[in-house]
């Protein structure tokens, strides 16, 4: 079973930079995609970029030009490099891997496709301040 753990997370002014990471350990699919996502209470949980194993990535709109998905070369350890952060970017912010069969890298992060298929970390605090 896969077993995620953020951190990283912490509290920076509009404009300063971030870097996420996430462990992984225990047994990872042989053909899967790694991603973040990141949620503000009361309101979804939302996709913000994803990565496969082929390192072809994806991102949310928002965050295109300032974020950067990656992943070392053991594939043991998710990043997520964050600049020019702005005070909507503040959330809880989570890892998740999941088989590349049961969803494409947008299906899951956009649509809610294969999300039954998700290991989830538990998360790491972001706070932009204006």
């Known amino acids: 079973q896969v077993r995620l753990v953020e951190s990283g997370g912490d509290s920076v002014p509009a404009g300063g930079s971030l870097r996420l990471s996430c462990e992984v350990a225990g047994h990872t699919y042989s053909n899967y995609c790694m991603g973040w996502f990141r949620q503000v209470p009361g309101l979804e949980r939302e996709g913000v970029a994803a990565i496969g194993s082929d390192g072809d990535a994806t991102y949310a709109d928002s965050v295109k030009g300032r974020f950067t998905i990656s992943q070392d070369n053991a594939k043991t350890t998710l990043y997520l490099q964050m600049n020019n952060l702005k005070p909507e970017d503040t959330a809880m912010y989570y890892c998740?891997?999941?088989?590349?069969?049961?969803?494409?890298?947008?299906?899951?992060?956009?649509?809610?496709?294969?999300?039954?298929?998700?290991?989830w970390g538990q998360g790491t605090q972001v706070t932009v301040s204006s």
């Open positions: 998740v891997a999941w088989p590349r069969d049961m969803a494409s890298m947008s299906g899951f992060l956009f649509r809610n496709e294969g999300r039954l298929w998700g290991s």
